[in-house]
């Protein structure tokens, strides 16, 4: 319990920000290619691109899912969930939701659809243990795995194809993560391996060979079902690259060794964006152009005090391909550390309230039926508000109970439970210096500071001139972890200051309108990452209510 709690104040923190930071191109004239196609992503973790893309501001610039749709000027929309196998995306997409979000309807008016999914439902079922079996000639785990999930991917596909008959469906294959040190494999299967006489160069061989069975999934059932999906062969691409650069090719994954990296991103989108020329859906100048300048951008925003911006940029202009603006960027900031300025305000027009609202806080679910129940009695909500003001900005405030704060350390005490065994830097370390360029455990004041001024999340009553706080940071600075009792301030909640816009939307299948408000300031043609909805409840009040589906946090807020 304690990891998760320790874990979800971060997550919980960057994951609010993640619609905060947005900013335009202005280096380039843009081509405004083509906002009558309306595209829509789904799947995991991969097409989300919460982790992977880095900073976390940055998610719309560097995952491929905002670079296909920002360099070609379509509508588009995320729609992915972190964690889903098969089966759970099965659900998410078949659950007709009716809310602001309107999944359903998205899936419907796409049209394109793009899909990455398959790869949970190995990574979930103990993959270290089916790539040793793999090796000693054991396939029962993996043969049983694949077997479900050609089961669940026909369903998906199959439902896909009755709701949206006519869109063109592209399905992404599962890259190889294993490499020599990739931390995808749990040390204890990698010494056993190593130990049998196995080595990187193998355990990656044998890992191809599952995905090979896994991606058979993809091929058959375009076999069985002719021109069902266009296949992006995400495998093949970031193989060959291993293949011929195998420095490149661990660069194309995040520290964590599952997901893309931005370079990795940025070579998903290149493959997404030969598709897409190939079949006459985009401009390639156009697109082109726009890549230009959106890197061009990010060098003298991201790294102007890392590179030479003006010579990058020139290589930039001079690129002659997609591949080309990918290599000499990613080449150029290797190694960098990207700048983490203020929250930018959007050059896109935000739309406000006419006048302020407040909405009280009624409900808070967070990740699983137990903290939700231990959050019923811990969260005061008297003090827990959503505000939006009629300057486009909005306020959200979680508090705990008053005085909770200093009986916490107590109540952990009293389960015996160690604390200080707790290694913060291998529980969220990698982590949070990926989403935060910056952050360490050796200022803790500066870390909580760059989260504040970067995403606009604060932790309310974090006084770092309190006693007890100064005792936990200078137990984390010295060693890592916290100190052995916890001595936290009466007043403890969760903050964020940002901005939002509202739209209004109609689900053309039922008539029902909801008032869409978009945390952050998305781009003209895309959606924030958090679209709240805003409705009237049963007893005839106006409600607003907020989700964050792969935590599984849900909030529900009445207006006062």
């Known amino acids: 319990m304690k990891i998760k709690v320790v874990a979800l104040v971060l997550i919980l923190a960057l994951t609010v920000a993640v619609g905060g930071a947005v900013v335009a191109n202005e280096l380039l004239a843009l081509d405004k290619g083509n906002p009558d196609i309306e595209i829509s992503f789904w799947g995991d973790s991969i097409a989300e691109a919460f982790l992977g893309a880095s900073p976390i501001g940055e998610r719309d610039g560097f995952g491929y899912y905002g670079l ?49 999914i398959l790869g949970n439902d190995l990574l979930q079922n103990n993959m270290s243990k089916m790539v040793y079996d793999y090796l000693n000639d054991d396939t029962a785990l993996l043969d049983s795995s694949v077997a479900k999930a050609k089961v669940d991917f026909k369903m998906v596909f199959d439902y896909i194809k009755e709701v949206n008959p006519t869109a063109i469906v592209v399905i992404q294959t599962v890259y190889n993560p294993v490499y020599e040190g990739s931390p995808i494999i749990a040390k204890e299967y990698m010494d056993l391996l190593k130990a049998q006489g196995y080595d990187g160069t193998s355990i990656r061989s044998a890992a191809l060979g599952m995905l090979e069975a896994l991606n058979g999934i993809i091929y058959d059932y375009l076999d069985e079902n002719p021109m069902a999906y266009y296949i992006l062969d995400v495998y093949k691409e970031f193989n060959r690259i291993f293949v011929e650069d195998e420095h490149r090719g661990i660069e194309l994954f995040y520290n964590d060794g599952v997901h893309p990296s931005n370079e990795g991103h940025a070579v998903i989108s290149g493959l997404y964006q030969q598709l897409f020329d190939s079949l006459g859906l985009t401009n390639p100048e156009g697109a082109l152009k726009n890549y230009k300048s959106h890197r061009a951008e990010q060098i003298k925003r991201l790294f102007a005090d890392s590179v030479d911006v003006k010579a990058v940029t020139k290589q930039i202009k001079a690129a002659e391909t997609y591949d080309d603006v990918t290599n000499v960027f990613f080449r150029a900031t290797e190694g960098k550390t990207a700048i983490l300025n203020e929250l930018a305000t959007a050059k896109n027009k935000t739309v406000a309230f006419e006048e302020d609202r407040v909405y009280d806080v009624k409900v808070a679910n967070v990740m699983s039926p137990e903290i939700s129940a231990m959050l019923t009695y811990f969260i005061d909500y008297d003090k827990s508000y959503i505000e939006f003001r009629t300057d486009g900005t909005m306020t959200l405030k979680v508090m705990l109970l008053e005085g909770l704060g200093s009986s916490l350390g107590g109540i952990l005490g009293s389960t015996g439970a160690d604390l200080t065994a707790i290694d913060l830097d291998a529980l969220i370390g990698g982590y949070a210096r990926e989403l935060l360029p910056g952050f360490t455990f050796e200022d803790v004041e500066k870390s909580f500071g760059l989260l504040t001024t970067n995403t606009g999340v604060s932790i309310i009553g974090l006084d770092f001139d309190n006693e007890g706080v100064k005792a936990i940071a200078d137990s984390i600075e010295t060693t890592g972890r916290l100190p052995a009792e916890l001595t936290l301030p009466d007043t403890l909640g969760i903050g964020y200051e940002g901005r939002y816009t509202v739209r209004e939307v109609t689900n053309p299948t039922t008539g029902k309108t909801f008032t869409a408000v978009h945390m952050g300031a998305p781009y003209e043609n895309g959606d924030g990452f958090v679209i709240m909805t805003i409705t009237e409840n049963e007893e005839g009040q106006e409600e607003v209510f907020f989700a964050i589906d792969f935590l599984q946090i849900y909030i529900e807020a009445v207006r006062g």
Do not use: P, W
């Open 68 to 116: 296909v749709g920002r360099n070609n000027g379509f509508t588009f929309h995320n729609r992915s969930v972190s964690g889903h196998k098969t089966a759970q995306m099965y659900e998410y997409i078949s659950a007709n939701e009716d809310n602001a979000r309107m999944n359903t309807e998205v899936l419907k008016s796409s049209d394109i659809i793009c899909v990455s």
